[in-house]
């Protein structure tokens, strides 16, 4: 009998959607007939009502990419979200993949992160029962498990019966190359929001593969049909589910403890502040500093695992996000440390703030992070003066290719795609081949590599990004620094100073949803259709489009390897004398992302010391008018202040600010409606809710509030209570 409902949802997808709203329809009518594994048919009946359109489309359209760092996405109902279902296929087809060749004695080593789905932004508010509430990183790993011992693949895995075992990313890399595995997998949506999560294949190197191999990958995965499982019980018993030897973690500290040989003995009377961000960073960063000598402190309500990130700002566990360290910072005052360290939940990324001589804290982002590391372990006498190779991404501060170049006996590879799986494939390259496009080198001479994103090696140890080499040298180098009464800020100011006034800006635009999909999209068309020629006054003197397959073409990366190839190659590149501007849609996130590098003038090495304000000044402002040149090609143009929210605030979201919240708070203030400034913040708080879902929007206003007060100076000098509110927005 036919589901009125449903024929109701169909007739409006296919009327507002067209094709891609028919393909939505026939995908959940898929689901909802229980023809996939695990697909809830009760709680999406209770889906079908027209209110939920869009929700459905978004969830239907389309099976969840494969990106740059595996699939991640929202947590949620249909073939675009990760639930049981998409988890069992991806990873039964990884079994199919790996069985392809005929080859026996298989094995997989399996992680996961902190995770757990507790529908933060409500978006499920409507369902009577939510049966996937709950679900965490560690039950999709036992369920995979399950999976891969149902295959006969052995499957290790952390403690396997204790359900809050976590393990991080570099960690997992480490492993699949101790234990000789075929491959690995870790659920993790790494830095993203609390309600995401995510799947990353890796393979028999630690790494995550490239096209053409992500190519055969996927089609295993789409081709994935019947699901063989093992009860898990029965796959401990049968020794297809085995814990992971503690020996692995016990080489992992000893691979740190040789690495850090020689440096320093670490100042145990100078107390490192350590936030995990309520991530699995404890198990490797805290416990590696720790073993080393260091005293490390950690804020209370960030120094375990807590999926649901409620004591972080914002709930953004990222490093790159200036307020998610805010806390840990408060905490460093009270213990008196100058130096806060941060990793994101999976423990790859590393973040760096610095307290100054005047009471405030620096946020370092990755590029300077990046340089900091490289001038310390290749140019500084008081560091280990290594020569070797540095790679970096397309995407990443040139300071590293410079540095490298005034090394001497060194060389860098920089251009490569987005994603750190590029430079694992350098350094498979230089050992399969001893060279990679024309350089010639091997994986032990690798001394950095590094992408703007706050993701770093300090050698060929291990194929993923790991923060715990970065968080070594940067707690020593804050130590030797503080015995000679300076800051990590100064140390970068000289090497400014030395190497060149290199800066650079990173900014997301932020667009949610299948709408904001096609929203970027126009975007990059537009950009191809009608290139820029000019940035800020500079002449553009070379455009490079990665699309672009001829051989001869700028980019030089030639025919595309496979379907999988074609997103990471999504990028154009800007160049003038003295600006290089990148833009890209992320291959993780629902966003298009803009990167601006300032160069220095010619060899003028010595203006980079003394004008670090006035270079971080140029490039915040050619990210910002960037940002807009944008929007303004797809008809959309932000105001100041809504342009001085955070990236991590999406598009819809800084319209309707524009269009509702500024001129409201305008009229509230010129009329006086609220008595105090604590009933003003509240309704401000109401009304930006959306913004910042399952956290406090208030802190991601300040700067946009700042900005309208500014440029509002009569209104705010006459309302009672302008003045307070200006002081706010600036504290």
């Known amino acids: 009998m036919a589901n009125p409902n449903l024929t109701l949802i169909t007739e409006q997808l296919c009327a507002q959607y067209g094709d891609a709203g028919a393909s939505a329809a026939r995908s959940l009518e898929k689901w909802l007939d229980g023809e996939e594994p695990n697909s809830f048919p009760e709680a999406l009946e209770a889906h079908l009502d027209p209110k939920n359109l869009a929700l459905l489309f978004d969830a239907f ?51 996961n992160d902190v995770r757990v789905f507790n529908d933060v932004a409500a978006v499920y508010g409507f369902l009577p029962e939510n049966p996937l509430l709950g679900l965490t990183s560690r039950d999709y790993t036992k369920l995979a498990c399950e999976i891969y011992a149902g295959n006969g693949i052995t499957a290790y895995t952390l403690s396997p019966e204790d359900d ?18 075929t491959g690995g997998v870790n659920f993790s949506a790494s830095h993203n929001m609390p309600d995401d999560n995510g799947i990353k294949i890796y393979d028999s190197f630690g790494s995550q593969p490239v096209a053409p191999h992500d190519q055969h990958l996927l089609d295993a995965m789409q081709s994935a049909s019947d699901v063989t499982k093992m009860n898990f019980a029965d796959g401990l018993a049968q020794g297809l589910i085995k814990a992971i030897p503690d020996q692995v973690h016990q080489d992992y500290l000893a691979l740190y403890t040789d690495v850090f040989r020689g440096s320093p003995t670490p100042d145990a009377e100078q107390t490192i502040v350590y936030t995990p961000l309520c991530g699995c960073g404890v198990t490797t960063v805290t416990e590696t500093l720790t073993h080393l000598g ?13 999926g649901s990130f409620e004591s972080i700002p914002f709930r953004a566990p990222n490093p790159e996000v200036v307020q998610a360290t805010h806390n840990a910072c408060k905490f460093a005052d009270e213990v008196g440390s100058g ?19 005047r009471g405030d804290w620096y946020h370092f982002d990755g590029n300077q992070i990046a340089a900091v590391l490289a001038y310390y372990l290749m140019l500084d006498p008081r560091g280990p003066k290594r020569k070797g190779l540095v790679i970096e991404t397309l995407v990443t501060t040139k300071i590293l290719s410079r540095i490298a170049a005034v090394a001497q006996d060194s060389c860098a590879v920089d251009d490569l795609l987005v994603g750190f799986k590029y430079v694992a494939n350098v350094l498979k390259e230089l050992e399969a081949n001893g060279h990679y496009r024309g350089v010639k080198s091997t994986p032990s001479d690798l001394v950095l590599a590094a992408e703007e994103s706050h993701g770093v090696i300090v050698g060929p140890w291990i194929m993923d990004k790991d923060a715990t080499g970065a968080c070594i040298y940067l707690a020593s180098l804050y130590q030797q620094l503080k015995a000679e009464n300076k800051t990590l800020l100064d140390y970068y100011k000289q090497l400014l100073g030395e190497v060149g006034g290199f800066d650079s800006a990173a900014r997301s635009i932020v667009m949610s949803g299948a709408e904001g999909v096609a929203k970027r999209d126009s975007i990059m ?16 003197n070379k ?42 849609p992320s291959g993780t996130e629902p966003k298009l992302k803009l990167y601006c590098q300032l160069l220095p003038k010619g060899n003028d090495s010595a203006a980079g010391e003394a004008n670090l304000a006035e270079l971080r000044a140029s490039t915040e402002s050619l990210a910002e008018d960037m940002y807009n040149a944008l929007l303004g090609s797809i008809g959309v143009e932000l105001s100041d ?30 009329e006086g409606r609220y008595a105090s400034l604590d009933d003003l913040l509240a309704w401000m708080r109401e009304k930006t809710q959306s913004m910042t879902p399952g956290g406090d929007p208030l802190p991601a206003l300040k700067g946009a509030i700042a900005r309208f007060c500014a440029q509002n100076n009569s209104v705010v000098a006459s309302a009672a209570l302008g003045r307070e509110l200006e002081d706010w927005s600036t504290r």
């Open 61 to 111: 359209w389309q099976d969840l990419p494969f990106g740059t760092g595996g699939r991640r996405g929202r947590s949620g109902y249909g073939p675009n979200r990760i639930n049981p279902t998409t988890v069992m296929k991806t990873i039964q087809g990884h079994c199919n993949y790996l069985k392809q060749d005929g080859a026996s004695d298989l094995s997989v080593v399996i992680a």
């Open 164 to 181: 809050s075992a976590v393990m991080t990313t570099p960690e997992l890399s480490f492993a699949i190359k101790q234990l000789h595995a």
């Open 294 to 306: 260091f005293s490390v402190a950690s804020p209370p309500g960030e120094d375990k695992p807590d």
């Open 339 to 357: 130096i806060v360290l941060s990793t994101d939940p999976d423990a790859d990324r590393v973040g760096l703030e610095v307290k100054l001589p």
């Open 525 to 540: 068309a537009a950009l191809r259709e009608s290139p820029l020629t000019e940035i800020c006054g500079f002449a553009v």
């Open 543 to 584: 455009w490079v489009d990665y699309w672009n397959e001829s051989p001869e073409s700028e980019g030089g990366f030639g025919p595309f390897l496979s379907d999988s190839d074609i997103l990471p190659r999504n990028v154009l590149q800007l160049h003038t004398d003295r600006v290089v501007v990148t833009i890209r």
């Open 641 to 670: 202040c809504a342009l001085a929210l955070p990236d991590i605030v999406d598009l819809h979201n800084k319209e309707g600010f524009d269009r509702d919240t500024l001129p409201a708070l305008k009229t509230a203030l010129a």
